[in-house]
């Protein structure tokens, strides 16, 4: 099974996983002196905060939530470019590895990056809204 031709073309996400996947593009420098060439494996870092930007579009509450839903969620999987068959990281992998985008400040260049491009494209609104 081909997981792009299941998602829909006319899905949102379609257009934020372009804004997210360019965001990321402008990144590469801060992510060569994140990691080292040499190591362990980590969770690569794009696939982290295109997963932070899942938590926060879809409210999941928590890493560990996120990573039960990478178990089944195709939409999320091929958000993330991952394949049906896969293993998705470990929760605790994903906080360990979140701790150093958070140290080289990559989390807030990426949502400053995905907001200024959604703003370029005039994917926001200006409309406010509170939940309880």
């Known amino acids: ?8 073309e006319d899905h ?3 257009e934020i996983k372009e804004v997210a996947d360019a965001a990321l593009k402008r990144m590469d420098r801060t992510f060569d002196r ?3 060439k040499r190591g362990r494996r980590s969770v690569p870092p794009e696939r982290l905060l295109k997963s932070m930007l899942l938590m926060a579009l879809y409210s999941i509450p ?4 996120l990573c039960e839903q990478l ?4 939409l999320f999987r091929w958000f993330l470019g991952m394949d049906m068959v896969e293993t998705p990281f470990d929760h605790c992998a994903f906080s360990d590895n979140r ?5 080289y400040q990559a989390t807030r260049k990426f949502f400053e990056h995905v907001v200024a491009e959604a ?3 005039r994917l926001m ?3 406010h809204f509170s939940v309880d």
């Open 1 to 8: 099974m081909n997981i792009e031709e299941q998602i829909p």
């Open 71 to 74: 178990r089944y969620n195709m």
């Open 62 to 65: 928590s890493e560990v939530r």
């Open 119 to 121: 703003q370029a494209r």
């Open 34 to 36: 994140m990691y080292s």
């Open 12 to 14: 949102p996400l379609r």
């Open 99 to 103: 701790d150093r985008l958070l140290e």
């Open 125 to 127: 609104s200006k409309d």
